[in-house]
């Protein structure tokens, strides 16, 4: 999919994601990147990015990378978070990228689910850097996936 169509998915499936300024910036086979500009729009009352804004930046990565593979077997794989850790270093503001570099792990999973038709799950992980470049945020992301007939 081309990042048109990926601004056009989160417009009409994720909507308060597309809404607070979540986009995909960057996307292979290895990493994704999503970038969110801290605004009036999804700040908190502290003048910096609401810690949930991040949340969505930072799970949009890893749930790209997982949708990609997905879409490249071609089999009927539902995805959901299970769970979720997330730690914050540095008040967010300017623009953020959230960043998952577990492309290869992605790919492994989906692999050993279609392999064995057992519910798989994986942690990915998202890092949030300013334009200073220092981490603002780092969130984990434990993704189920099961195998749909």
Known sequence: MSYFKYTLFTLFKLPAAWITGVRLTHLDDHSSTASIKHRWINQNPYKS????????????PTGILLTQEIERTKQNISMLVLNNKASFTKKATGRI???????????????????????????????????SGQQVSSFSFEWTLLLKN
């Open 97 to 131: 990228n959230f960043t998952c570099n577990q492309g290869e792990e992605a790919r492994k999973t989906i692999e050993k689910l279609i392999a064995t038709g057992e519910p798989q799950t994986v942690w990915l992980d998202s890092v949030g850097i300013n334009e």
């Open 49 to 60: 990015m609401f810690w949930a804004v991040q949340g969505m930046a930072a799970e949009f």
